[in-house]
């Protein structure tokens, strides 16, 4: 069996990733859902491994499928980097990158690092913003691209807007605390470490909390997620944060009996604005590689 996989297969399981089904991959890909279908056929028989789980509502990543999306990225932004060096093509310009301070950011620093020695004639400008800012301001002009995160309450049908975002990840988010903070029954109100109100993951925790009548107080409130990381590490009390936004020194809670349950988090790229230049759209496909 060969063990050089094909990139037209993978670019198939990336597409009906981010589509969520068959059905709705195939007008991306300009073929029938049969055609697609036999396409991640022939890469579980190459693989060995099933990739894709199908239901009634479409069809979803196994673990398997999951490691190899994030191969499959990697791989074809490397093929379409070399494309366009035979072609004497490079990625330059200005860029303006806003992305929320909840995305990766212990890896960030490595991750745009990267893009630079990947892209030398590409001046990328990077702004750390709140999602419901980056949300607000997608189609004002304020950026060319932007990452922000979804708070994923519940099993609702994307409006035209949000299905057209490019999904980078899905993460779930906890109730943690430093590893040197003791939370007992005794500890009545919560202590929490939190943001500013302006941020949507602050309200939705404060919330969630008062939905399920757990007394709390605000402890402390940082100006940032450096700032939170900080208070946490001096054990000031318990935050709500998505894993990679999580610092090493700490850890969830999930275990204590009288936190709630949360639901997952998604990152994802606006969608292209209309009439911008080709060259955004072209860093916004190489960056998804990136940041996935």
């Known amino acids: 069996?060969?063990?050089?996989?094909?990139?037209?297969?993978?670019?198939?399981?990336?597409?009906?990733?981010?589509?969520?089904?068959?059905?709705?991959?195939?007008?991306?890909?300009?073929?029938?859902?049969?055609?697609?279908?036999?396409?991640?056929?022939?890469?579980?028989?190459?693989?060995?491994?099933?990739?894709?789980?199908?239901?009634?509502?479409?069809?979803?990543?196994?673990?398997?499928?999951?490691?190899?999306v994030g191969h499959a990225q990697k791989l074809l932004s490397l093929s379409d980097a070399a494309w366009r060096d035979m072609q004497g093509a490079q990625l330059a310009g200005d860029l303006r990158l806003a992305i929320t301070d909840y995305f990766r950011p212990h890896a960030l620093p490595i991750i745009i690092r990267r893009i630079r020695e990947q892209f030398p004639q590409l001046r990328l400008h990077v702004c750390v913003r709140k999602s419901a800012w980056i949300e607000h301001e997608a189609n004002a002009g304020s950026f060319d691209i932007g990452v922000s995160m979804t708070i994923l309450h519940g099993a609702h049908p994307p409006d035209q807007a949000s299905s057209a975002r490019i999904r980078l990840r899905r993460e779930p988010l906890h109730w943690i605390a430093d590893s040197s903070f003791a939370l007992t029954p005794t500890k009545d109100p919560l202590p929490l470490v939190v943001l500013p109100d302006t941020c949507s993951l602050q309200r939705f925790a404060v919330h969630t909390l008062d939905a399920h009548g757990i007394n709390y107080r605000i402890e402390h409130t940082a100006s940032d997620i450096g700032g939170l990381h900080l208070a946490l590490a001096a054990g000031l009390g318990?935050?709500?944060?998505?894993?990679?936004?999580?610092?090493?020194?700490?850890?969830?809670?999930?275990?204590?009996?009288?936190?709630?349950?949360?639901?997952?988090?998604?990152?994802?790229?606006?969608?292209?604005?209309?009439?911008?230049?080709?060259?955004?759209?072209?860093?916004?496909?190489?960056?998804?590689?990136?940041?996935?």
């Not at 850890?251 to 988090?265: E, F, I, R, T």
């Not at 209309?274 to 072209?282: A, K, L, N, R, T």
């Open 1 to 68: 069996m060969s063990r050089i996989l094909d990139l037209e297969l993978l670019n198939t399981l990336v597409v009906v990733s981010d589509a969520g089904s068959l059905s709705a991959a195939a007008p991306r890909l300009y073929r029938s859902q049969s055609a697609i279908s036999e396409q991640v056929r022939k890469l579980e028989q190459a693989c060995g491994v099933a990739l894709l789980v199908r239901g009634k509502t479409g069809a979803s990543l196994t673990p398997a499928g999951e490691r190899l």
């Open 238 to 292: 318990i935050a709500c944060l998505n894993a990679s936004a999580t610092p090493p020194t700490a850890a969830p809670l999930d275990g204590y009996a009288s936190l709630p349950s949360l639901p997952d988090v998604e990152f994802s790229l606006a969608p292209p604005r209309y009439g911008e230049p080709q060259f955004v759209s072209d860093v916004r496909n190489a960056l998804a590689a990136h940041l996935g």
